[in-house]
């Protein structure tokens, strides 16, 4: 069974960092390219950011230009997101999702793009 886990969020100050990991299981994620997505109480989802299945493309919202950074670790069947000088905006459960990829195609931070989510790890930024 295809399953997405989740993990690494929690409670940070502003100006803190925090990793978030994706990790899968059931399925290999080398062929699939991963989105992460957030959601904030009273918010629409939003794209955060996304990597397709070789690494080699990326994507980042406007919003987290310079403060994030997405990878993957094939070899660990790992997704990240590395979020530096978090803000109190920033705060969400965040979510990662898979979409099958065959060749290596740019990523979309479009969700309905992604059939495959996780269950989500809450972030909040505050002091």
């Known amino acids: 069974q295809l399953q997405l886990v989740e993990s690494g969020g929690g409670l940070v100050q502003p100006g803190g960092s925090l990793k978030l990991s994706c990790a899968a299981s059931?399925?290999?994620?080398?062929?699939?390219?991963i989105g992460w997505f957030r959601q904030a109480p009273g918010k629409e989802r939003e794209g955060v950011s996304c990597i397709s299945n070789t690494g080699g493309i990326t994507g980042l919202a406007d919003s987290v230009e310079g403060r994030f950074t997405i990878s993957r670790d094939n070899a660990k069947n790992t997704v990240y997101l590395q979020m530096n000088s978090l803000k109190p905006e920033d705060t969400a459960v965040y979510y990662c999702?898979?979409?099958?990829?065959?060749?290596?195609?740019?990523?979309?931070?479009?969700?309905?793009?992604?059939?495959?989510w996780g269950q989500g790890t809450q972030v909040t930024v505050s002091s």
């Open positions: 999702a898979a979409v099958f990829r065959l060749l290596s195609a740019p990523c979309v931070l479009n969700g309905s793009e992604y059939p495959y």
């Open positions: 059931g399925f290999t994620l080398d062929y699939y390219a």
